[in-house]
């Protein structure tokens, strides 16, 4: 899988561009716009005997491109909101990626040294672009640069995930599902469907998140078309493996 990084939109480009001059306190009479390249692959998956791993980045402008790399070590915190510190545990070789026009580069992510954890590791590599490397153009309040973050998991054999989840009504026609990870490597529900009793639909989300060990999160789901009915159900959750976990629940009336 390749994640292409574009501002293709003029209403992406707005967004970014508004959501940047808040944060400075002043809108820019012109901005410049980050160039645009594509990362493969967007999920980076090591045991801990490996040694390195590979990572193509790809430069799909007409512009030359300057990005650089930092590595973070992630966790969560008991909500589920993303805690990050940088690491030295792990580092991109080069660190500073210089990237002609409609140019490739493989780079490799490395280990300084093996892990004797029986856990799942679990880091995030920041990649920016950095719009200082770009000539100089007086004409120019503010410069949008692009970033990606790639999930890096580090795992041994015996690490596994392990999902469970229950609900319970928030509204007539929604519930809240509560789902924590019991196990010591990461799961990602994609996706959430209601089943009723004789399996038919009655509800969904197709969103989720991850969930690093140890943690809980909670999702909405809402039905379009009138009440959820009360009684015996079931919660099927789409995991990004391919595989689902379903859960026996039962609905308050």
Known sequence: MTLRIAFRSPIARALSLVCIALASGSFPAKPAWAGQFSVSPVRIYMAPRDRATAITITNESDEALVMQADV??????????????LSEDLFLSPPIIKLAPRARQVVRLAMLRPSPSPDQLTYRML??????????DEKLKLQVALAFSLPVFITPASAKGKLECSAQRSAPDALVVSCENKGNAY???????????????????????????????????????????????RLAAGLDDGSTATFDIAIAE
Do not use: C, N
């Open 72 to 85: 973070y070590s992630w966790k969560q915190k008991p909500d589920g909101e993303d805690d990050l510190t």
């Open 127 to 136: 990649v920016r672009e950095i719009v200082e490397a770009r000539p100089a």
């Open 187 to 233: 799961v990602h529900p994609r996706e959430f469907s209601l089943l009723g009793a004789s399996g038919e639909k009655l509800a969904g989300r197709d969103s989720g998140g991850y969930l690093l060990p140890g943690i809980r999160r909670t999702f909405d789901i809402k039905r379009a078309d009138g009440r959820i009915p009360g009684g015996k159900a």
